[in-house]
């Protein structure tokens, strides 16, 4: 796998026309050194919890206070600035809760087959991804349907994955072409990558998109992750080995730090430096994935939502 990235770092440098360093083997045990302040910057501030420095023995569940637990049958989450929670339930309903865990909306659509996806950036216009049949359908927010983009009308028939940008259109990987796309209201494309089986020389297969001040990542279960700017053109890449975990699903993007839940715990890891943190967090057996939101935590099992208040 490190060779791959390899490969990829050497041709963003011919691309590019800059030095890159790649920083290999890099020591992201457990019980590594704290970041210095100045690195730190503004992450555990913004969560408003302290964290253990890679060892996570504790269960810190003192600084969490339980406000709700709802009863729920889901198998996705994600989250919004106004501290909404969206679900993907067992009925394939897309369902909305405030951060008291009271339902505020619901959206059903059977003709696409199963929603994949919610991108829930901004809660003024959301994006629900239909894998199988390659849709992408905008709410508005009042969960109504407000637009369709049925892709394979304009030659993309298989899409990987697919995010908001940040200018409220869309990106999608386009998997038969291997190249990441950006489509405005018109149904045009107005940016797109490279095809990347010419950067990697291997087909790939993502499962998660997600742009966040000006950059756009795409991870790739079997490599990585791939970093892009604003018009599709590769920037930087994180393989699985510099974060230590080879089966990541998505991930939250926190000023500028990846934010995931992994093992029973939330890792915070800063791209250009690959250094980590690790947050305990209230312990469950049960945990399907945790989302962070303004001084909230919200956290899906099996057969319930829990949600927190984080004290500070």
Avoid at 10 to 18: A, E, H, Q, R
Avoid at 80 to 86: G, I, P, S, V
Avoid at 211 to 218: A, D, K, R
């Amino acid at each position: 796998m490190r060779t791959i990235f390899f490969r990829m770092l050497l041709v963003k440098y011919l691309y590019l026309g800059v030095a890159v360093l790649f920083l290999s083997g890099y020591n992201l045990a457990a019980g590594s050194d704290s970041f210095a302040s100045t690195q730190k910057n503004t992450v555990m501030s913004a969560i408003n919890i302290g964290s253990n420095n890679g060892n996570s023995n504790s269960s810190n569940n003192d600084e969490f206070k339980l406000i709700n637990t709802v009863p729920l049958k889901a198998n996705f989450i994600t989250t919004d600035f106004l501290k909404n929670a969206y679900f993907i339930t067992s009925k394939n309903q897309v369902m909305r809760y405030d951060s008291t865990g009271n339902v505020t909306g619901v959206y059903s659509e059977t003709q696409y087959g199963p929603a994949a996806f919610v991108d829930a950036k901004t809660p003024f216009n959301i994006l629900v991804f239909y894998k199988e049949f390659a849709t992408v359908v905008m709410l508005d927010m009042r969960m109504n349907n407000k637009r369709i983009f049925k892709l394979p009308n304009i030659g993309i028939s298989s899409v990987s994955a697919a995010c908001l940008s940040d200018d409220n259109y869309f990106w999608v990987f386009d998997q038969n072409e291997q190249r990441l796309k950006k489509i405005n209201n018109n149904y045009e494309v107005i940016h797109k990558s490279m095809d990347l089986r010419q950067l990697l020389g291997v087909t790939l297969n993502p499962n998660f998109l997600t742009e966040s001040n000006g950059l756009i990542y795409l991870n790739v279960p079997e490599l990585g992750i791939l970093m892009f700017d604003i018009f599709g053109t590769f920037y930087s890449s994180i393989s699985n080995t510099d974060i230590d975990v080879y089966d990541l699903k998505g991930f939250q993007v926190i000023n500028d730090k990846l934010v995931f839940y992994n093992n029973g715990e939330l890792t915070i890891i800063s791209p250009a430096s690959l250094q980590k943190e690790i947050v305990p967090i209230p312990r469950s057996n049960n945990v399907i994935d945790v989302r962070l939101e303004a001084g909230n935590l919200y956290q899906l099992e099996n057969n319930e939502a829990k949600f927190y208040m984080i004290s500070k």
